[in-house]
């Protein structure tokens, strides 16, 4: 989206038998930038955000054996702009700053700023489960210096630049979502970083990963714990979050099941925090 122009999105309700989470459902999240689950039971209730009037045309005609609810236009709203009122330099851990690029931080010895234009893309650093991953990547640095990392489900960049800016050699990138790839791309560009960006299916990636980074809902990270854990290397560490923290004792005990063992864990307000270990 070019800056300055608002954007319509419209929310989209409807109703699927459970056994569609496990079948249509996956390939709608890749297709459609994943899902919120609104209700559960006989019958489960999902909600998609859709950009624009064509991708709307679009999903409808994909879903069309499923009964939609309802269909709600958001308020139109410059995301651009209306981002430069609530976003303000942020220190989330002893070495990182979290900065928009139209605004400057003053870093003492030692510290590191991320310069993040958002745009569509989630992570600033502002939300918790964002906050978790950078504190805890910082930390981790001071014990282990992984060359090769992996940041799934990227949104903007932000923990990918992270790891590229404390030293890793190779960091990929992956995100389905063409607005993240867009926003990872152009804040590489402002942190002058190089990491490799691609919307390739994680289950195509090639090589094993130091450290992977996962910061998706728990949905997400069920649906791809196996392919996760596959792409981690010996003596590798994952680190997830984006869940709710009453979710995090069945996540861990998915990871754990697939032959990962649990490092360590947060809570910040209601959202959930693991590291896990091969």
């Known amino acids: ?5 608002a954007q319509t999105w419209y929310k989209v309700r409807l109703e699927v038998p459970p056994l569609t989470l496990e079948t ?45 609810l309802a269909v709600e236009t958001l308020p139109e709203e410059d995301w651009g702009e209306g981002w430069k009122e609530h976003f303000h330099p942020l220190k989330v851990s002893p070495r990182f700053w ?17 310069i993040i234009d958002p745009g569509q893309a989630f992570g600033t650093g502002h939300h918790p489960t964002t906050a978790l991953m950078l504190y805890h990547l910082d930390r981790f640095w001071d014990q282990k210096r992984p060359q090769t990392v992996l940041d799934v489900g990227c949104g903007t960049g932000i923990l990918a630049l992270a790891a590229a800016s404390l030293g890793a050699s190779k960091v990929v990138a992956l995100d389905i979502d063409p607005e993240a790839l867009k926003a990872a791309r152009h804040n590489a560009r402002l942190n002058r ?10 289950e195509e990636l090639e090589g094993q990963f130091e450290l992977i980074l996962c910061n998706i809902s728990a949905w997400e990270l069920k649906r791809l714990s196996k392919a996760l854990v596959s792409r981690l290397a010996p003596q590798g560490h994952l680190f997830i979050a984006g869940f709710l923290s009453s979710e995090g004792p069945e996540l ?8 990962l063992k649990k490092a360590c864990s947060e809570e910040k307000e209601e959202w959930g925090f693991l590291a896990f270990s091969r």
């Open 1 to 5: 989206m070019k800056p300055g122009k």
């Open 24 to 68: 249509e459902a996956a390939f709608w999240a890749e297709r459609w930038g994943g899902f919120q689950v609104e209700k559960e039971g006989e019958k489960i209730e999902l909600s998609f955000f859709l950009s624009g009037l064509e991708a709307l045309k679009a999903f409808k005609e994909e879903i069309k054996e499923f009964p939609i």
């Open 98 to 114: 979290v900065s928009p690029p139209w605004e400057k931080v003053s870093l003492s010895p030692g510290e590191r700023a991320l």
């Open 193 to 202: 970083l190089k990491i490799e960006i691609t919307d390739r299916p994680l």
């Open 252 to 259: 861990q005990e998915i990871f754990e099941t697939l032959g």
